[in-house]
């Protein structure tokens, strides 16, 4: 029964995503919403790890998974359904409404801490900084730190910024990364490089400048190198 397709996938080994995408080439529907229900929340956490906003994460996630229904009678199961998934969300990252809806989202562009509205906090930043608690200045860690960390990563250029998501978030190794953005290993590492140094730039001004940080600066560094 289609029920059945949802609950036992990849139970041998299989991988999951090819057993459900497979079944719903066949005409299995309910195939389609196991694979939603099981990869859903993944590509929700990217886009919002990407800076996006609750609301603009959901459509975008929504976004997906049509391309994934509309891909079905092409779909071919030459790599791993997430490989696959990746470079969907990368062709989705290229577009320049996702982009400009990101930045809108975190406020790039203005200036040091600026942000939509609701988005102060910091709490829709991934856990780049992740015992930003343990440190002295637990007020401009937990807040600004994540704050301006969070617009980094947004304002990163594709592919730098889908290879940072990937590697770092996703547990992605470079093969897999590199399988997903269709690029070499070498080309791989100096992205990711250049993603991790372009957000230490982008926070040099807030580790530099702020005299909160003046006895805690490396403390602060050390947690976003470990981060990132």
């Keep these: 029964m289609p029920q059945e397709t949802g609950q036992t996938a990849g139970d041998d080994g299989a991988d999951p995503g090819q057993v459900w995408m497979l079944a719903f080439q066949r005409g299995d529907d309910a195939a389609f919403t196991a694979l939603v229900h099981h990869y859903g929340a993944r590509v929700h956490a990217f886009f919002r790890r990407g800076g996006a906003d609750p ?24 790599a791993k359904f997430t490989t696959w998934l990746h470079r969907i969300l990368f062709r989705i990252s290229l577009n320049d409404a996702t982009r400009n809806r990101w ?13 939509g509205a609701g988005e102060t906090d910091g709490s829709n930043l991934p856990e780049l900084v992740s015992s930003a608690e343990s440190l002295p200045g ?7 730190l994540r704050e301006q960390v969070r617009a980094a990563v947004a304002a990163l250029p594709e592919p730098q910024r889908t290879a940072l998501l990937l590697h770092r978030f996703e547990d992605r190794s470079y093969a897999e990364v590199a399988a997903a953005l269709g690029l070499s290993l070498p080309a791989v590492k100096s992205l990711l490089f250049r993603a991790r140094d372009n957000v230490r730039r982008r926070l040099a001004p807030l580790l530099a400048d702020d005299r909160k940080l003046r006895g805690e600066r490396n403390d602060v560094r050390d947690e976003v190198d470990h981060g990132l």
Aim: glycine share 12%; no cysteine; net charge neutral.
């Design 103 to 115: 930045r809108h989202s975190v406020g790039i562009g203005g200036g040091r801490g600026e942000l």
């Design 55 to 78: 609301a603009a994460a959901e459509d975008l996630a929504q976004e997906t998974f049509l391309r994934i229904a509309r891909a079905r009678d092409r779909y071919e199961p030459t």
């Design 138 to 144: 637990r007020a401009l860690a937990q807040a600004e």
